[in-house]
């Protein structure tokens, strides 16, 4: 059986929505084990959007390196990574607010 919303994504998007997650379950997970449970969801949101924006920013940079250099760039930038890096977060936000954790 195929998610219909998951099949349609493109490869780099679905990766990109995965990474958001994982860090946001994972940054989340830290704050509350510091004893800080009410800022883990800001907190894992935040990294996973630092991390997304960290990413795009890195590709850009590579990129220009490449052209300097003559070369094709190697990397897209594009807001949709940013955006599929953040909706994975979102994600596991929902479903921690629908789950009570």
Same mark, same amino acid.
Request: aromatic share 8%.
């Given at each position: 059986?195929?998610? /219909? #919303? #998951?099949?349609?994504?493109?490869?780099?998007?679905?990766?990109?929505? @995965?990474? =958001? $997650?994982?860090?946001?379950?994972? !940054?989340?997970?830290?704050?509350?084990?510091? =004893? %800080? /449970? &009410?800022?883990?969801?800001?907190?894992?949101?935040?990294?996973?959007?630092?991390?997304? $924006?960290?990413?795009?920013?890195?590709? %850009?940079? @590579?990129?220009?390196?490449? !052209? $300097?250099? &003559?070369? #094709?760039?190697?990397?897209? !930038?594009?807001?949709?990574?940013?955006?599929?890096?953040?909706?994975?977060? @979102?994600? !596991?936000? &929902?479903?921690? #607010?629908?789950? =009570? &954790?």
């Amino acid at each position: 059986m195929q998610i /219909p #919303i #998951i099949s349609t994504l493109p490869d780099d998007k679905l990766r990109h929505a @995965l990474m =958001g $997650a994982s860090i946001f379950a994972i !940054v989340g997970a830290f704050v509350a084990w510091l =004893g %800080y /449970p &009410g800022d883990a969801r800001i907190a894992g949101a935040l990294a996973a959007a630092l991390a997304g $924006a960290g990413k795009e920013a890195s590709d %850009y940079l @590579l990129n220009k390196r490449a !052209v $300097a250099r &003559g070369e #094709i760039p190697p990397h897209g !930038v594009e807001f949709a990574d940013f955006a599929a890096t953040l909706g994975g977060a @979102l994600f !596991v936000w &929902g479903a921690a #607010i629908a789950t =009570g &954790g």
